[in-house]
C-alpha cells in the first residue's frame, strides 16, 4: 500500500499497487473496460486503477497520477482481476504498474512492507500436482507458500463458501422450523375435521380411504407451496444483487440452475413427507364414537409413531451431511439444533406450569391466561418454535451490537486517529519536524521465533479444502513469525511482572523482553534462550524481563522487545501517530506525501467507517434469511387460531350471552396473543444473552453487554407482531353473532 496523489497536490489516496511482469497473469484474464488486451494497455510507462479510484480522486482515463517518485498516466481501468475477483475488506483501490517501472517508483526500501508473487506456468497438466509438491517441500516454511490455480485462496471464493455454508444452516434450521409449523397447521386442519371423518368411519370408510382422501388433499398443497417456493427462490435469486451491494463480482452470473431445482423439490418433498405423516397416521386411530365423546385420539400402537419420529431424525441428519459435506459439522448442527429445540421446550413447560398456577384478580386478564391453556390450542409448538427462532435472531444482534460498541463505536477520542507507516530511519527527524509536534516512533523489524531452548518450535498446520491428498497441505503452517521492535525504556502502558528492569545492564549477550501474554502461549519464561531469524540472519537472545500491559487502548505493543544495540541495524520500517481533526486529514495526506513519497497515511476513521459498513451489510443479509425462521413461527399462530376456532367462538358468544360487551371480548384476545408474545420473547432473550455471553467471552474475548434498552425493544415488537399476526387470523371471530352459534348448538342436539 502506498499513498498517490494528483500533481497539482490537491487529492490523495492510501492505494494497492502491483507491479505485474509480462505474461500475467497465465491463467484467467484481466478484463479493462475498455476491452483491448491486458499486455499492450501495461507496456510501461503508464497504470490501470480501478474506478474507485477514478471516482475518489475525480480523475479519467488519460490524466496523470503521481506514484512515490513517478508521474504515469492512466490508460485504462481494470474489471476483473483473476487472482483477486473481489476483496471484501480493502483499504485502497488496485493499481497495476508495470515491473519495469517500479525503480523509478522508488517505494520499495529496506523494511517496506512488500509482498512478492512468482507465477510459474507447468505446460504438462498432470504434473502440475508434483511440481507444486516438490517447491513445497523446498520452500521457506516461514516466509513462502506454494499454491496452484486450483488451491489458492481468493476473497470471493473464501467469502462465499463461509456465508453460504452459514446460510445453509439458518436455511436447514428454518426447513425444521417451518415443518413443525406444517404440522401444527395440519393438525389444526384436521381437527376441524374429526367429526366428519368419524361420520365417514360409521358409514363404512376403511383407514385406507380415509387416508387416501387427506394424503391427496396433503399432496395437491404441498405441490402448490413447493412451487410457490421455487417461484419465490428464483425472485429471491433476483434480488440478491440488492440484498449483497457491491459483495458481488461485477460478472457475477445469476443463472437459474437445474440442479439447485432438483435439489429444492426433494427437500420440499421429504420436509412435506416427514412432517405430515404422523398427524395423517393419527386419523387411523380415530374412532366412531367421536361423534359422541369428543375425546382426544389414544395411540394404540405407537411403535409407528416411534418408528416415524426416528426415521425423521435420521433423515433430517442426512439431509444436514447432504448440503453440509461434513460429517463432524453435521453432528455439531444437529446436537446444537436438537439441544436448543430441548432447552426451548423445556423452558416452555415450567414456564407454562407457572402460568397455571398464577391467580389474576383482573378478569380480561384472567381469562386470556385461561385462553393459552384451551382444549387444542397448540401454545407450546408456538412458544418453542418462536422462542427457538427467535433466539437465533436476538443472539446475532446482541453479537453484532458487542462487536459494533468495541470495533467501531468505542474509539476513544483522544487516540490517534492518523497512521504513518513505512519511514525510513534517516527520516525521522525531517518527518517530525513536518508534523510539528513531538510523536513518538516505532521501529519494526519482522522476525519469525524458529527456537526455544533449542528445541524446533512450530504452529499447527492449516490444511486446504482439497483433503489430505493435496500437494498444498501443509503449505501455510505459519513458524511463529512476529513484528520485533527495539528500544532502551518502557513505554506508559507497560509494567514489569518478571525482572527487575526492561534489561539487566550486568548481562554479557543479546537480551531480549517477551509481553506476558506470549509466556503462556509459546511456553517461555525467564532464562529461557530464544532463537530468531531475521532476514535469513540467525539472532539468539536470552529472556531477561516480562513485561505486561497495564492500560487497554489504541497504544502500539510488541511481543519482543530488544535492545537497541541489538536490533537496531536490521532492515527495519518505522511508523508514528498523531491525532488529527477528521476535517484536516486529507490536506495533512497531501502535505506528508508531497514531501514523503514512501510513506503511507492509513486514516482509522475511515477504515473503521469501511468497516463497520462491510460488516453491517453482512449481518443484514444473514438476519433477511433468518427471518424466515420467524415466518415458520407466525404460521403456527395462525394455525392455533383456526384450530382452535370453535372454543373461540364459543367463548366469544358466551362472553356476549352473559352481558359482556364486544371490546371485552377484543381486550381478551389481545390479551392472550401479548401474553404468548411476552412469553416466547422473554424465553429467546434469556437464551440469547447466555449465547451472546459465550459467544463474546470465549471466542470474542470481548467483554459482555446485556444491551437491555435493545433487548426490551426486541421483546416489544415481538408482542406488537405475535398480536398483530393473531387477531388479524381472529377478526372473522370477533365478528361472529352468537345468536348464529347458539342456533348451530340447537340444531345439532
Not at 480493502?90 to 519495469?100: E, N, T
Not at 395437491?220 to 440484498?243: D, K, R, S, V
Not at 525510513?424 to 527456537?451: C, I, S
Not at 513484528?483 to 509494567?495: C, H, P, V
Request: proline share 5%; charged share 20%; net charge negative.
Amino acid at each position: 500500500y502506498t499513498v498517490v496523489r494528483l500533481p497539482n497536490g490537491e487529492g490523495s489516496l492510501l492505494s494497492n499497487v502491483k507491479a505485474v511482469e509480462p505474461g500475467y497473469p497465465f491463467y484467467g484474464e484481466v478484463v479493462l473496460a475498455s476491452g483491448r488486451p491486458f499486455a499492450d494497455e501495461l507496456s510501461g510507462g503508464s497504470v490501470i486503477v480501478e474506478q474507485a479510484l477514478l471516482d475518489r480522486l475525480g480523475l479519467a482515463v488519460g490524466d496523470l497520477l503521481e506514484i512515490g517518485q513517478a508521474t504515469l498516466p492512466i490508460t485504462d481501468v481494470v474489471l476483473v482481476e483473476p487472482d483477486r475477483p473481489v476483496n471484501f475488506f480493502d483499504l485502497g483501490p488496485r493499481i497495476f504498474v508495470a515491473s519495469v517501472d517500479l525503480d523509478a517508483l522508488d517505494l520499495v526500501k529496506p523494511g517496506s512492507r512488500v509482498s512478492y508473487s512468482t507465477l510459474l506456468r507447468v505446460d504438462d497438466e498432470s504434473r502440475l500436482d508434483a511440481v507444486a509438491r516438490s517447491l513445497a517441500e523446498a520452500r521457506d516454511v516461514g516466509q513462502e507458500s506454494i499454491q496452484t490455480y486450483r488451491t489458492a485462496p481468493s476473497g470471493v471464493q473464501s467469502f462465499f463458501d463461509n456465508l453460504i455454508f452459514f446460510l445453509s444452516l439458518v436455511a436447514i434450521f428454518t426447513l425444521l422450523l417451518s415443518g413443525i409449523g406444517i404440522q401444527s397447521a395440519l393438525t389444526a386442519f384436521l381437527r376441524e375435521r374429526y367429526t366428519t371423518i368419524a361420520i365417514v368411519k360409521t358409514l363404512g370408510a376403511t383407514r385406507r380411504f380415509v387416508a387416501f382422501n387427506f394424503y391427496a388433499i396433503v399432496a395437491a398443497l404441498g405441490a402448490l407451496g413447493i412451487g410457490i417456493g421455487l417461484i419465490l427462490g428464483f425472485l429471491l435469486q433476483l434480488a440478491l444483487p440488492t440484498l449483497l451491494g457491491d459483495l458481488l463480482p461485477p460478472d457475477v452470473d445469476l443463472a437459474i440452475s437445474a440442479r439447485n431445482v432438483v435439489e429444492g423439490l426433494l427437500l420440499g418433498v421429504f420436509v412435506l413427507g416427514a412432517f405430515t405423516f404422523i398427524p395423517l397416521y393419527q386419523l387411523g386411530d380415530l374412532r366412531p364414537h367421536f361423534i359422541f365423546r369428543k375425546e382426544a385420539i389414544r395411540l394404540d400402537r405407537p411403535l409407528p409413531y416411534i418408528t416415524a419420529a426416528v426415521l425423521i431424525l435420521a433423515a433430517f441428519a442426512g439431509m444436514v451431511y447432504w448440503l453440509l459435506g461434513e460429517f463432524d459439522t453435521m453432528l455439531y448442527f444437529v446436537a446444537t439444533v436438537t439441544g436448543l429445540l430441548l432447552i426451548s421446550a423445556a423452558l416452555t413447560e415450567v414456564t407454562l406450569r407457572l402460568l397455571r398456577r398464577l391467580r389474576l384478580r383482573s378478569l380480561p386478564l384472567r381469562q386470556a391466561l385461561r385462553g393459552l391453556f384451551r382444549p387444542r390450542n397448540p401454545t407450546r409448538a408456538i412458544i418453542i418454535t418462536l422462542s427457538a427462532s427467535l433466539a437465533v435472531l436476538f443472539c446475532l444482534f446482541l453479537v453484532e451490537q458487542t462487536l459494533n460498541a468495541n470495533f467501531v463505536a468505542s474509539y476513544p477520542e483522544d487516540a490517534p486517529n492518523v497512521f504513518f507507516l513505512d519511514i525510513q530511519p534517516d527520516q525521522v527527524d525531517d518527518f517530525r519536524a513536518a508534523l510539528g509536534e513531538d510523536v513518538p516512533f516505532f521501529p519494526v523489524v519482522t522476525g519469525t521465533l524458529e527456537e526455544i531452548n533449542g528445541e524446533p518450535r512450530r504452529r499447527g498446520s492449516q490444511n486446504n479444502d482439497d483433503g489430505p491428498t493435496d500437494p498444498m497441505q501443509g503449505s501455510q503452517r505459519r513458524n511463529f513469525e512476529f513484528n520485533l521492535t527495539y528500544r532502551d525504556e518502557l513505554i506508559d502502558s507497560e509494567g514489569i511482572v518478571a525482572g527487575d528492569t526492561l534489561f539487566d545492564a550486568n548481562f554479557t549477550g543479546a537480551q531480549v523482553s517477551v509481553l506476558d501474554e506470549i509466556t503462556d502461549w509459546a511456553g517461555v519464561g525467564m532464562g529461557d534462550v530464544l532463537l530468531f531469524r531475521i532476514q535469513g540472519v540467525p539472532l539468539e537472545a536470552t529472556v531477561t524481563s516480562v513485561r505486561t500491559r497495564t492500560a487497554e487502548g489504541i497504544e502500539p505493543f510488541f511481543s519482543f522487545v530488544f535492545p537497541s544495540d541489538v536490533l537496531g541495524s536490521a532492515p527495519q520500517s518505522i511508523f508514528t501517530a498523531q491525532r488529527v481533526p477528521v476535517a484536516d486529514v486529507p490536506a495533512l495526506q497531501n502535505r506528508i506525501v508531497a514531501q514523503f513519497p514512501n510513506v503511507s497515511v492509513l486514516d482509522v476513521t475511515a477504515t473503521i467507517t469501511t468497516f463497520s459498513g462491510l460488516a453491517r451489510r453482512i449481518t443484514n443479509v444473514v438476519r433477511f434469511f433468518t427471518v424466515f425462521s420467524i415466518i415458520a413461527g407466525l404460521l403456527i399462530v395462525v394455525s392455533a387460531v383456526f384450530a382452535t376456532r370453535f372454543a373461540r367462538i364459543q367463548e366469544a358468544a358466551y362472553y356476549k350471552v352473559l352481558g359482556a360487551k364486544g371490546e371485552f371480548v377484543l381486550r381478551v384476545f389481545t390479551l392472550e396473543n401479548l401474553l404468548l408474545g411476552l412469553v416466547s420473547a422473554l424465553l429467546a432473550l434469556g437464551m440469547a444473552q447466555i449465547g451472546s455471553w459465550l459467544i463474546n467471552t470465549r471466542l470474542f474475548e470481548l467483554e459482555y453487554q446485556p444491551f437491555w434498552a435493545a433487548s426490551v425493544t426486541m421483546i416489544g415488537i415481538t408482542m406488537l407482531l405475535v398480536t398483530a399476526v393473531g387477531m388479524a387470523a381472529s377478526i372473522s371471530i370477533l365478528r361472529a353473532r352468537p345468536i348464529h352459534f347458539l342456533r348451530e348448538q340447537a340444531e345439532e342436539e
